[in-house]
């Protein structure tokens, strides 16, 4: 699948060769903080955790994967766009309900550049897949993120316990009607 430009942005998906890209991104502690409290991600933890883990559900043909985001003026790389079925790594994925998920440096807050990516993305696999809903989580405290989800049209649905291999995180979940984003 290949995604156009947007207004500002461009994208491809991300791979092994990114290793040094996702190393970057984790080495802020306020971009992390609401991912793992602030820890930053050694690069051993890319290679041996993060590598692994995104190859599984990375499908070029479906769009799955981290979506990497740069300016399109500059070739900045500003953050990545994350697409996967909901509950992926449990033992029910919902084929039907993909996952979208963002992280962008600090530089980039507040610019849009995550709604743009996102809205973008997102209206591009709703035209061209067969998907009921998209969905996005966040730690209660992200407002930030909770901002896009309401952005993008996703209303709120629950707060409880993510599960996930790599931890379990109280989160709020949002979600979005695909018949409604195309109305």
């Known amino acids: 699948m290949d995604v156009k430009n947007s207004e500002r942005l461009s994208y491809a998906l991300m791979g092994a060769a990114d290793a040094g890209l996702l190393f970057e991104l984790d080495q802020d502690i306020e971009v992390m903080r609401y991912i793992n409290g602030g820890k930053k991600t050694s690069m051993q933890d890319v290679n041996d955790v993060f590598l692994p883990r995104m190859a599984k559900y990375t499908n070029a043909e479906k769009g799955w994967g ?17 697409v996967r079925p909901m509950d992926f790594f449990n033992d029910q994925p919902q084929w039907d309900n993909w996952e979208l998920g963002w992280r962008f440096n600090r530089a980039a807050w507040g610019h849009g550049y ?13 035209r061209s897949q067969d ?22 049209g996703m209303k709120y649905l629950k707060t409880e316990l993510n599960k996930d291999p790599l931890g ?15 109305a």
């Not at 995550?114 to 709703?126: D, N, P, Q, R, V």
């Not at 809903?133 to 901002?147: D, E, L, R």
Request: net charge negative; no cysteine.
């Open 114 to 126: 995550g709604t743009e990516a996102a809205k973008h993305i997102m209206s591009k696999l709703a």
């Open 66 to 82: 981290l979506w990497k985001v740069t300016i399109t003026d500059t070739d900045v790389f500003i953050g990545w766009i994350l």
């Open 131 to 152: 998907i009921q809903k998209f969905s996005a989580i966040a730690m209660p405290g992200n407002q930030a993120s909770i901002n896009i989800m309401r952005k993008l």
């Open 168 to 182: 379990d995180i109280e989160a709020v979940y949002y979600e979005l009607n695909v018949a409604d984003e195309l």
